[in-house]
């Protein structure tokens, strides 16, 4: 049984940053192309960062490029996002996912519908 959860959440300021950890259970990610997706009030929920495999590619939404970095640890099951230059936009649920099928080495999902799995999510709140 897959299990993902997240943590690192939490309420800072305008301009912090946060690190938010999805640990996984169950299954080696190492064979997993993974992503993060957050959810804000009243809105859908949207893509936020991808990696592949092995870490070596990545994507970004455009609105989070440049100040959020993914990476992950294979040998430590756990991937990472660090937020950097928050801004109050950003609050939402944040949520790790997997998907269900090995992934090949360059695949950097981003659409929801591609992924089986997923965590509980971590609450992030930018004030201004």
């Known amino acids: 049984q897959v299990q993902l959860v997240e943590s690192g959440g939490g309420l800072v300021q305008a301009g912090d940053s946060l690190r938010l950890s999805c640990v996984a259970s169950?299954?080696?990610?190492?064979?997993?192309?993974m992503a993060w997706f957050r959810q804000a009030p009243g809105k859908e929920r949207e893509f936020v960062a991808a990696i592949n495999r092995n870490g070596a590619s990545t994507d970004y939404a455009d609105s989070v490029r440049g100040r959020f970095t993914i990476s992950r640890d294979n040998a430590k099951n756990t991937m990472y996002l660090q937020m950097n230059r928050l801004k109050p936009e950003d609050t939402a649920v944040y949520y790790c996912?997997?998907?269900?099928?090995?992934?090949?080495?360059?695949?950097?999902?981003?659409?929801?519908?591609?992924?089986?799995?997923w965590g509980q999510g971590t609450q992030v709140t930018v004030s201004a």
């Open positions: 996912a997997e998907p269900l099928n090995r992934s090949v080495l360059t695949y950097t999902p981003t659409s929801a519908r591609q992924f089986t799995y």
């Open positions: 169950g299954r080696a990610i190492r064979d997993y192309s």
